[in-house]
T-cell receptor, first 115, second 113 residues
Framework: SQTIHQWPATLVQPVGSPLSLECTVE??????LYWYRQAAGRGLQLLFY??????ISSEVPQNLSASRPQDRQFILSSKKLLLSDSGFYLC??????????????FGPGTRLLVL | AQKVTQAQTEISVVEKEDVTLDCVYE???????LFWYKQPPSGELVFLIR??????QNEISGRYSWNFQKSTSSFNFTITASQVVDSAVYFC??????????FGPGTRLSVLP
């Protein structure tokens, strides 16, 4: 069966510090991968998605970036965090399909607080 | 543009009551997929159901049932005999070919003992 891991589970960082969140998927090959952010009490916002190694699509302009160095690894980064980057970050995967309409399965999430 | 509306921000019910969560969507695509996810206090989104636009059959899974009506662009979710463990935020979502997932704002369900 497939599983998706995210770490760290919780992170408190000062404004201006760098960020690296990691997501890995097990039990499947060539998945589509996604990063979402959920602000407190709000819905989900798609940040990035990837259909393959090194292929990243950005949905929202911001100071965050994403990378996919390996097939089942997806990393969310920032060089300098802003207060507005606080939130709950969710990684998701779906089967590799060109149209990206398959079910997305989510990881446990990372709670980020920027002070 | 695609849009998902969940007009109920918060719902509170007493255990064993039935509760229906509403979802209304907008899309110009003729082929699309609708989803429901559950987000318990732990935060992880749990997939509940996926329905394509050509399948309007209602579905029942245990205490859960879903009513898909294309005529009213609705995909409502009913929990029968609610339990405290059903307390969570529930998201309805829509996706069409070549598009990204569009999530509704969510409905927070509180089931009181």
């Amino acid at each position: 069966s497939q599983t998706i891991h995210q770490w760290p589970a919780t992170l408190v960082q000062p404004v201006g510090s760098p960020l690296s969140l990691e997501c890995t998927v097990e039990g499947t090959s060539n998945p589509n991968l996604y990063w979402y952010r959920q602000a407190a009490g709000r819905g989900l916002q798609l940040l990035f998605y990837s259909v393959g190694i090194g292929q990243i699509s950005s949905e929202v302009p911001q100071n965050l970036s994403a990378s996919r160095p390996q097939d089942r690894q997806f990393i969310l980064s920032s060089k300098k965090l802003l207060l507005s980057d606080s939130g709950f970050y969710l990684c998701a995967w779906s089967l590799r399909q060109g149209a990206r309409v398959d079910t997305q399965y989510f990881g446990p999430g990372t709670r980020l607080l920027v002070l | 543009a695609q849009k998902v509306t969940q007009a109920q921000t918060e719902i509170s019910v007493v255990e064993k009551e039935d509760v229906t969560l509403d979802c209304v969507y907008e899309t110009r695509d003729t082929t699309y997929y609708l989803f429901w996810y559950k987000q318990p206090p732990s935060g992880e989104l749990v997939f509940l159901i996926r329905r394509n636009s050509f399948d309007e059959q209602n579905e029942i899974s245990g205490r859960y049932s879903w009513n898909f009506q294309k005529s009213t662009s609705s995909f409502n979710f009913t929990i029968t005999a609610s339990q405290v463990v059903d307390s969570a935020v529930y998201f309805c979502a829509l996706i069409a070919y070549g598009q990204n997932f569009v999530f509704g704002p969510g409905t927070r369900l509180s089931v009181l003992p």
